[in-house]
């Protein structure tokens, strides 16, 4: 308990007397009242008998309702009468009241156990007989609440009728106020009994008038202060028994020095208003030995003087003892501490005193009678705000435990600048084990923990890197064992430390490699620093064998090591994979479409995957995927086609490596391939050009999920690039191919159609020649117009074939625009070949623009738009419709028509030079393929869509500008 509960207590205890005297006072106020109340009421009865007069009638119902106390009236032990406090202390109304006993106000039992009703009837008695009762009663309201009154009884005569006169005050707060004294005193004297501080209770009589001057009060207290209250511990600190020893005595009994001294000392009680704490004082015990006391003190005041004064004081004189011989040794401590760069310190808990010195200019920069004056709150202002927190509970914690402690924290040195500060505190106890004192010292280790972290740093890195490493490090003796293992050791081979340490490292070396790896590692042990790697299988707890490699280094030199340290890593998957690489290799050395067959036979046996194909997209249908070559079940089958749409493939081609370990048919549901091939897993590797345009993708698809798709992605993107360039050798191939057979067509075409238009002129040069001579004009003329037809016929085919030679060659600069309005410059321009054929013709509005070359595109748009009407169905009015659709995220413009119609077999062939449909309609047959021409060299491509003959036709084409469409 603190000195603080002594001084409440003490409070409390001395206010009790004055509570039970208000007590007293109160009954009396009663007992006057009511007789002034009785006294009134027989005055009136009296005067209303005799004189009848109104006016003191109503001054008793003035008393009578006015009373601050109950009051009732009862005839024969039954309530005739009361007023209005009634109501408000039991909560019954006066109604309620009138003609009931006094039990309805009472429990069953009183506090001392007996009837209530018995109780009554003794008291009621008593007072019928003459007596006055006064007794404390138990009430009970009519809500159940117990109420502490106390009632007076007494007997009134009213109209000569002897009635019984009830006053009742309900006491329960002074009732509770008494009890909390008696509590209050209860844990008084249990602290007292039990603290190891000495208490008493000064009293002082007379009191001292607080109004004369502080020489005036000490000399008063002096001599007229007396200790009437005392505990075990204070008289045992005067070398007593017991603590009726005490009481009577004055501070002269134990004071050293004359009263004067005393005086002087005493003074600093009035000063402080009789509240000290620690004050210092020197005195004497029974045997006249000599105590240090520190003594704590409140006063106890009555209307301006002081009647008391409670003290509890501790007996320090081991502490001062020890403060004195400390003091002798700080001159010493000084140097030592300057000498070192130490700041030392000592802090007095039991008089707050600090002393502080030693380097403490050369550590915080202050002057040291500067320092020395700081108090523990400037002191703490020093402390970084980071770290005042917690210096201060670990502070405290070490108090509370009794431990010496060591804290490091930030101090704000006088130049501004934060500098660290190590502080190592002691703490100093007395006999009873209580801590009494802090001695530390205070050292600036900045720099040293600069380097210290340095060095922490750089191992932890060190340490992390090792722990977190893939590969293993340990260390092997001589002759071969175990003397170090890093933390990854057991990640690759399983073992704990503790199964490896002191064993044979070579024993874990598959038998095959055995010898081999000995006689390597001893091939390094006569060479300081000297290395060798190497390539063997090992045995691993879980694992079974792995192929590790390993680089050995003889370290049997260094202190530290002295061993050789051994660098493993497991290269199991890549030893694998170079032998599966190497197998794959093996057995693709073929071109063409044998390789793409061993390719895709080889990946599906060495990863065993159930289908493994190549895929490049259909020339011919678009959003359609077509395989170079598959494999099921390690066999090559016939080649599929795949829909590209709703498809994994799709988010392959021409993007990215597509990875689906399990559930793929879950991801896709859409997609009935990867149902019809019971697929669970899926890998597909995009396969792009030497341009970096998408040709196709390599597929992987297996009816089990892919738990390593390491192996499968590094093989398969390995052959990615052998594949693009296979397919691009093929692609150049079949154009070359494509290119003679259009140059075989090209040639005998043109021997043919230039030799037919020769052969008429020549002929018909001859028949000019013979008109000529005969005169025969007509004919004459109608030579000269064969011959003038087969020469625009010559010049028209010329013209075409230039025309067709310079796609490719000579190319425009390239602009943005809309297919719309390339696509209505056509229609004008036609206007005047076919009448009104803007009326037959729907363009679509406001169609994606594509930065192109704009010429080209519009003569790509007026051959198939001419083709269109060259080919028209003269039954039905002819229609024409430009426009644009999407297909695969990809815009499609297309030219649709109402005409004749193609029959399936001639949809590619239509695209072939000088190849016509119908001979008899006017044309060279070069259009189409001027448009094909022109829209691939625009990375597009162009096809036709028929229903057959007399179903209308509809050219589609694509283009791929130099800025994308938009």
Request: hydrophobic content about 35%.
């Given at each position: 308990m603190s000195f603080q509960f002594i001084i409440d207590i003490g409070k409390k205890m001395n206010t009790s007397t004055k509570l039970k005297k208000d007590l007293l006072d109160e009954i009396e106020i009663l007992k006057s009242e009511n007789e002034k109340l009785t006294k009134s009421l027989r005055l009136s009865k009296n005067k209303l008998s005799r004189m009848a007069l109104k006016k003191d009638d109503n001054l008793y119902k003035s008393l009578f309702e006015n009373s601050p106390d109950v009051i009732m009236i009862l005839r024969e032990g039954i309530i005739i009468d009361c007023n209005h406090k009634s109501e408000e202390i039991f909560g019954y109304t006066k109604k309620e009241i009138i003609n009931q006993s006094l039990e309805i106000f009472a429990p069953l039992l009183q506090s001392d156990g007996r009837p209530s009703s018995q109780v009554a009837y003794e008291y009621n008695l008593a007072t019928l007989k003459g007596e006055p009762q006064y007794f404390e009663w138990l009430g009970k309201k009519k809500n159940g609440d117990i109420a502490n009154t106390f009632i007076q009884l007494n007997t009134i005569t009213i109209d000569n009728e002897l009635l019984l006169q009830v006053t009742i005050r309900d006491v329960s707060a002074l009732k509770r106020i008494s009890l909390e004294l008696e509590k209050s005193k209860k844990k008084l004297h249990i602290f007292l009994e039990q603290t190891s501080e000495g208490v008493s209770f000064m009293t002082i009589y007379p009191p001292i008038d607080l109004s004369l001057s502080f020489y005036e009060q000490a000399k008063h207290y002096i001599e007229n202060g007396f200790i009437t209250e005392a505990n075990q511990a204070l008289a045992e600190m005067y070398g007593l028994k017991n603590p009726s020893d005490l009481i009577g005595k004055s501070l002269k009994d134990f004071w050293i020095g004359?009263?004067?001294?005393?005086?002087?000392?005493?003074?600093?009680?009035?000063?402080?208003?009789?509240?000290?704490?620690?004050?210092?004082?020197?005195?004497?015990?029974?045997?006249?030995?000599?105590?240090?006391?520190?003594?704590?003190?409140i006063g106890i005041f009555e209307n301006n003087h002081l009647v008391g004064l409670w003290g509890a004081q501790r007996d320090i004189t081991d502490q001062f003892i020890i403060n004195k011989k400390i003091k002798e040794n700080e001159e010493r401590f000084r140097i030592i501490s300057e000498q070192t760069g130490t700041i030392v310190y000592d802090r007095n808990l039991i008089t707050g005193e600090i002393i502080r010195t030693g380097a403490i200019k050369e550590v915080l920069g202050y002057e040291a009678e500067e320092y020395q004056a700081f108090s523990l709150e400037k002191f703490a202002s020093l402390i970084h705000p980071d770290d005042k927190y917690e210096t201060h509970y670990k502070e405290q914690l070490a108090i509370q435990k009794g431990d010496n402690f060591q804290s490091l924290y930030r101090?704000?040195?006088?130049?501004?600048?934060?500098?660290?500060?190590?502080?190592?505190?002691?703490?100093?106890?007395?006999?009873?084990?209580?801590?009494?004192?802090?001695?530390?010292?205070?050292?600036?280790?900045t720099l040293q923990k600069e380097y210290e972290e340095k060095i922490i740093r750089s191992e932890e890195t060190f340490r992390t890197l090792i722990t977190n490493m893939t590969d293993s490090f340990f260390v092997l003796s001589a002759d071969g064992l175990f003397k170090y293992i890093s933390p990854s050791h057991k990640a690759l081979f399983g073992y704990e430390e503790e199964e490896l340490m002191g064993t044979f490292a070579f024993n874990f070396v598959h038998p095959d490699d055995r010898e081999r790896i000995i006689n390597m590692f001893g091939g390094i042990l006569s060479t300081d620093g000297a290395r060798v790697t190497a390539q063997y299988k090992n045995i691993t707890k879980h694992n079974g064998w792995?192929?590790?490699?390993?680089?050995?280094?003889?370290?049997?030199?260094?202190?530290?090591?002295?061993?050789?340290?051994?660098?493993?890593r497991d290269v199991t998957e890549k030893a694998l994979l170079d032998d599966a690489v190497k197998t794959l290799i093996e057995g693709t050395t073929s071109v063409g479409r044998e390789f793409f067959n061993s390719l895709v036979l080889e990946l599906s046996t060495l990863l065993n995957f159930k289908y493994v194909f190549l895929l490049v997209e259909s020339k011919d249908k678009p959003g359609v995927l077509k395989t170079l070559a598959i494999s099921e079940k390690q066999k090559i089958i016939e080649n599929i086609e795949y829909n590209k749409s709703d498809s994994p493939c799709f988010n392959v081609i021409g993007r990215a490596i597509q990875v689906y370990p399990e559930k793929v048919q879950e991801l896709f549901p859409n997609d009935s391939d990867l149902k019809t091939m019971e697929a669970e897993s899926y890998i597909g590797i995009p396969i792009t050009s030497s341009q970096g345009k998408p040709l196709g993708l390599l597929v992987g698809i297996d009816n089990k999920p892919m738990k390593d798709i390491t192996p499968a992605k590094y093989l398969m993107t390995l052959f990615s690039a052998r594949v693009s360039s296979e397919i691009e050798r093929l692609s150049i191939i079949n154009e070359l191919e494509d290119k003679n057979a259009e140059l075989e067509r090209f040639t005998y075409t043109v021997s043919h159609d230039l030799k037919s238009p020769v052969i008429t002129i020549k002929g018909f040069l001859g028949m000019l020649k013979e008109d000529a001579k005969a005169g025969n004009i007509e004919r004459l003329e109608s030579?000269?117009?064969?011959?003038?037809?087969?020469?625009?016929?010559?010049?028209?085919?010329?013209?075409?074939?230039?025309?067709?030679?310079?796609?490719?060659?000579?190319?425009?600069?390239?602009?943005?625009?809309?297919?719309?309005?390339?696509?209505?410059?056509v229609i004008e321009l036609l206007q005047g070949n076919f009448s009104s054929l803007s009326s037959y013709v729907t363009i679509e509005p406001n169609m994606p623009t594509v930065y192109a070359d704009k010429t080209r595109l519009r003569e790509v748009v007026q051959n198939l738009v001419e083709n269109s009407i060259k080919y028209r169905n003269v039954d039905i009015p002819l229609k024409i419709d430009i426009g644009t659709i999407s297909k695969e995220d990809e815009i499609v413009y297309f030219v649709k028509d109402n005409g004749m119609g193609i029959k399936k077999e001639y949809l590619n062939k239509i695209f072939g030079l000088f190849e016509k449909l119908n001979p008899s309609i006017d044309g060279t047959g070069i259009g189409l393929a001027?448009?094909?021409?022109?829209?691939?060299?625009?990375?597009?491509?162009?096809?036709?869509?028929?229903?057959?003959?007399?179903?209308?036709?509809?050219?589609?084409?694509?283009?791929?500008?130099?800025?994308?469409?938009?």
């Open positions: 004359d009263q004067e001294e005393m005086i002087q000392s005493m003074m600093d009680w009035p000063r402080a208003n009789y509240r000290l704490d620690n004050k210092i004082t020197i005195e004497k015990d029974s045997n006249g030995d000599i105590h240090y006391f520190s003594n704590n003190s101090m704000r040195h006088k130049n501004g600048k934060y500098i660290l500060i190590e502080d190592n505190c002691f703490l100093l106890k007395d006999e009873s084990g209580k801590i009494i004192r802090l001695l530390g010292s205070m050292k600036d280790v792995r192929i590790f490699e390993s680089i050995g280094i003889n370290l049997l030199s260094h202190k530290d090591i002295n061993g050789i340290l051994i660098n493993a030579d000269i117009k064969r011959i003038s037809n087969a020469a625009d016929k010559m010049q028209n085919l010329l013209e075409d074939l230039l025309q067709l030679s310079r796609i490719g060659r000579l190319v425009n600069s390239s602009s943005e625009f809309s297919i719309s309005s390339i696509s209505e410059e001027l448009a094909k021409r022109i829209v691939e060299l625009h990375g597009g491509k162009i096809w036709a869509e028929s229903d057959g003959l007399d179903k209308g036709s509809t050219f589609y084409f694509t283009i791929n500008s130099e800025r994308g469409n938009k």
